[in-house]
């Protein structure tokens, strides 16, 4: 550091610049919407709120924790997600660690057809049928089981298992009797904690965020995620706007709907927000698996 140049120096007061300002507009946004949650929404609404709350409101998170349908949203999506995660994850594993190993006819063939599936699908109406025909209507198994592997994590896994564990290690443990079902439990998994931190991000993520499928596939209120609950709060207050505040009654609804809808984001975000930093290296380490590796 000692020996820099007044040029490496200006360049790297450059690049800290420009990085300090991307962080800034990435991270106002939540910032915003954090402080907006707890502040009175008229204040709000006039533009008021910039760098620090005003008038101390808590009727959004008061409206949302008396609703009982954004709570039983909120478990629905704890348990979409837990149990979606977990079948991801043990298929992920079931598919990319036969691909992994050099002795497995075929893989090749069967890595292209894997592949295949990526660029080509059979549209949302063939799924849809599908789904009916398997008895999986308005059902939790609907929105897991057509999403339960991805095809980009199980060919980050693969990656990883090739290049990250010796296969002179699987073939010492083949040599004293392990079977395949026992290597991959006892040695391979134990070395894999990066890579199945990385897949539980991305799934639990994906799980966590997901609506579309809900909104094809259910119609019982009761089994709606949190996700679901939260655009249609959202689509409210715009049509609340479109029809304008003219009344006080309409127009403290409005005002509602806005405190309600940030205060939802907060807290339909805040796993995530918690999950991320434990999580930030190894999803690090698995995005750089997947762009590096072959």
């Known amino acids: 550091m000692n020996n ?36 009175s929404p008229d ?15 808590w009727i ?29 994850l043990i298929l992920s594993v079931a598919a ?23 660029f080509f699908s059979g549209g949302m109406v063939p799924a849809y049928l599908l789904v009916k025909q398997l008895g999986m209507l308005n059902t939790m198994w609907a929105l897991i089981i057509p999403g339960a592997v991805s095809v980009y ?6 990656t990883f298992f ?9 073939e010492a443990a083949s040599i004293d009797g392990c079977s395949n079902l026992g290597t991959l439990v006892r040695i391979v998994l134990p070395l894999s904690m990066p890579i199945l931190a990385v897949m539980i991000l991305f799934y639990s993520v994906g799980h966590w965020n997901a609506y579309f499928n809900a909104l094809m596939y259910l119609n019982d209120r009761a089994k709606y995620p949190l996700q679901l609950f939260l655009r249609e709060i959202l689509i409210q207050g715009q049509m609340q706007e479109m029809v304008g505040v003219g009344d006080n009654s309409n127009a403290r609804n ?24 434990f999580l930030q290296k190894y999803f690090v380490k698995g995005v750089m698996i ?4 072959g």
């Open 4 to 39: 820099q140049t007044t040029g490496d120096k200006i360049f790297d007061a450059a690049v800290h610049t420009a990085l300090a300002v991307i962080c800034v507009i990435v991270l106002y946004p939540l910032f915003f919407v954090l402080i907006a949650s707890f502040s």
């Open 43 to 57: 204040t709000v609404m006039r533009g008021e709120v910039w760098l620090w709350p005003k008038n101390i409101s």
């Open 60 to 88: 959004g998170y008061t409206k949302i924790f008396n609703n009982n349908e954004i709570l039983s949203g909120y478990l629905n999506t704890i348990l979409y997600t837990v149990v979606g995660t977990s079948i991801n």
């Open 96 to 118: 990319a660690y036969p691909l992994s190993r050099k002795d497995f006819y075929g893989r090749g063939i069967i890595s292209v057809l894997v592949v295949f599936t990526m």
């Open 153 to 158: 994590n199980i060919l980050i896994m693969r």
């Open 162 to 170: 090739q290049e990250g564990i010796p296969y002179e290690m699987q």
């Open 254 to 277: 409005v005002m509602e709907g806005e405190a309600i809808k940030y205060a939802l984001v907060i807290v339909a975000n805040l796993p995530v927000l918690v999950l991320y930093p």
């Open 290 to 293: 997947g762009a590096v590796k």
